[in-house]
């Protein structure tokens, strides 16, 4: 008879091209390793044309499960190479909130801590970094 604790792991085989991986919290995940191989040039964004190869183009290819703030594309500087969270720039995101939305710096400030920045919407909440 078998145990219900084996029944209840299951394999599945991976694609090739792709490589599991474990998040910060230990969960294994799968990645796309032609897209993300350090040995590998990585992909760049193409500043000319704005469909193809875009930051947040490139991170869906990378981590298919990443969240993005709404609104912040102009932002993103990256992603972190261990969770694969997307990566903003909180200056920029105030930039934008001041130019798009006609907030002074101080509502800026305040509607990025309190709306954006404490947000936690799951494994993949993007991470928002002051730069020195």
Known sequence: MQSSLVSSYM???I??????????DRKEMTINEEIFNPIEPKKKVVDNEPCLNTC???????????LFADGFDDAIVGYDAVGFRVVYDY????????K???????EAHEFMEFNVVSA???EFTPLFINKI
Do not use: Q, W
């Open 11 to 13: 394999s599945f085989p």
């Open 56 to 66: 947040r183009d490139i991170i869906s290819d990378i981590n298919s499960e990443a």
């Open 100 to 106: 798009r939305d006609g907030m002074t710096e101080h």
């Open 120 to 122: 936690y919407v799951g």
């Open 15 to 24: 694609e090739l091209g792709t490589k599991s991986v474990k998040t910060l």
């Open 91 to 98: 200056d920029k995101c105030s930039d934008i909130l001041m």
